[in-house]
């Protein structure tokens, strides 16, 4: 008999609206929108967190590429923040210098596998402009279709055929500088390039912030 007053109450309601034209409304369907949103924000929070953190990384590894005492400091730097942009799936992801070591192992790049997995931890970030065309560079419909973009560039590079500013994509022309670095003995060299690279490491964290 516990029930029966809300049930009376709830009779009543529904004829007292009934008598004035109206209806009864349902609220409840609402109740979940705040629910969702919240969801989203944490989800979208999380991805600059991830982002971020790995940029952040990359920035370290640089000033370490940037300050190396030999080469083969050098390109163990160079190695890490290639692995760090491309993922474990993306091309040329392992030991890069042949030194039995892989640097920078990571399970997620920035910038989606070969074959789109896994998907790069720029890829949720897509929504903001600054990312969708300062870090990814554009569509990633056919990954393998972006990776071999960077590849021709890469290879057409020459020290008087700077190529890299066709790379849409700031994380590409990271690859791009490291895979010179590792391909020269000159410390030289290897500094001079830390330093392009730097130039893009900035520009893809100052994309969250556009």
Request: net charge negative.
């Amino acid at each position: 008999m516990r029930t029966l007053k809300p049930l009376l109450v709830a009779g009543a309601t529904a004829i007292l609206l009934a008598s004035c034209g109206g209806a009864a409304t349902d609220t409840t369907a609402t109740t979940d929108t705040p629910f969702e949103t919240t969801t989203a924000m944490t989800d979208t929070t999380d991805a600059v967190a991830a982002f971020r953190r790995q940029m952040a990384s990359i920035d370290d590894t640089v000033a370490a590429w940037r300050s190396a005492a030999t080469v083969e400091e050098a390109h163990v730097a160079a190695e890490t923040a290639a692995n760090l942009v491309v993922g474990p799936n993306g091309p040329g992801y392992g030991d890069r210098n042949g030194d039995g070591t892989v640097s920078g192992e990571t399970t997620a790049g920035i910038l989606p596998g070969i074959d789109g997995t896994p998907a790069g931890l720029a890829a949720p970030l897509s929504d903001n402009a600054c990312v969708a065309d300062d870090v990814l560079g554009g569509s990633w419909t056919d990954p393998g279709a972006a990776w071999d973009a960077m590849a021709a560039a890469i290879a057409d590079w020459r020290t008087d055929n700077n190529t890299m500013p066709t790379l849409a994509s700031h994380p590409m022309r990271i690859v791009g500088w490291a895979t010179f670095t590792l391909a020269s003995d000159s410390l030289d060299a290897a500094h001079e390039y830390s330093g392009h690279a730097k130039l893009h490491v900035d520009v893809a964290l100052r994309a969250l912030d556009c």
